[in-house]
């Protein structure tokens, strides 16, 4: 595995962390900024989270949670395609989402904010389009090549190219967090509802896998997708210490389940979190 991580503890600024610059396609991690551009949306009275949409299982994203996995037609209110896009990772209510906000727009708005290095270029759907174009249903063939690819710097998969894919760094996203945590970025009521949502996370063996306690909170967004295993997020003791966290990771081998790179990732976390917060 190789891979950036960086936690920076928001009421002082000291962090620690390496490779914190490095881009690195984001997957599901992506669903962060979206959310919150929705959301500022929503707060501006620009869009009605109560707003119906239909999303068709015929013509929508694929993945294993949420929308994505119905077999028939479903409305659903903009409100709740934010919640499960945040709470399971759903890629159908994702792409219903950018149905609303295109992946242009949402980029240009985080230009806005003056979030530079995160990049929002296409749906979730075509990261899985051009896996199947390079490698049929044959998903291992796709994971070897982005591992490969890693290695050579030549992407096969436009999506995992860092020329054409959703990116971003630790740097960036953790920055992007604490202004989320600070309400320094978009309208106050869209990043508490963002904090809100965040908190909602089922998926939390990676930052929080040795971090759950009954006095600790652990908000974040993971991303998987071939050898990408991501997670973002904040930790919150109840004695008041928050740090924002950034994992990145790409792994050198074929595993649909890498239960050593998520503890890793955990290990990191508890580790970090222990150390800032006792300066």
């Not at 149905?99 to 075509?126: F, K, S, T, Y």
Request: net charge neutral; charged share 25%; proline share 4%.
């Amino acid at each position: 595995m190789r891979g950036s991580f960086l936690a920076r503890r928001l009421d002082t600024g000291d962090q620690l962390g390496f490779d914190v610059e490095t881009p690195v396609p984001l997957a599901s991690v992506v669903k962060v900024p979206l959310a919150l551009v929705v959301l500022d949306r929503i707060a501006a009275g620009r869009l009605d989270a109560a707003r119906p949409v239909t999303v068709d299982p015929a013509t929508s994203s694929v993945g294993p949670t949420g929308l994505a996995a119905f077999r028939h037609p479903a409305t659903v209110a903009v409100g709740d395609l934010l919640g499960l896009m945040l709470s399971v990772s759903d890629n159908a209510s994702a792409d219903a989402l950018f149905g609303l906000v295109p992946p242009e727009d949402v980029d240009a708005r985080l230009r806005e904010w003056g979030c530079a290095d995160i990049r929002v270029r296409h749906r979730m759907q075509r990261m899985y389009e051009c896996a199947a174009g390079v490698a049929g249903d044959d998903f291992t063939l796709a994971l070897e090549l982005a591992v490969r690819d890693e290695e050579s710097g030549r992407h096969t998969l436009q999506t995992l190219d860092p020329a054409h894919a959703n990116l971003g760094t630790a740097a960036a996203l953790v920055d992007l967090l604490e202004r989320v945590w600070q309400d320094r970025i978009a309208r106050p009521d869209a990043t508490a509802e963002l904090r809100r949502l965040m908190g909602s996370q089922v998926f939390v063996h990676r930052l929080a896998g040795d971090l759950r306690t009954d006095t600790v909170r652990v908000s974040g967004k993971t991303g998987t997708f071939l050898h990408l295993r991501h997670d973002i997020g904040v930790v919150e003791a109840a004695s008041g210490h928050r740090v924002a966290m950034a994992a990145l990771t790409r792994g050198d081998r074929r595993a649909a389940l890498a239960p050593d790179i998520d503890w890793a990732i955990a290990t990191a976390a508890r580790q970090a979190f222990t150390v800032l917060r006792a300066r």
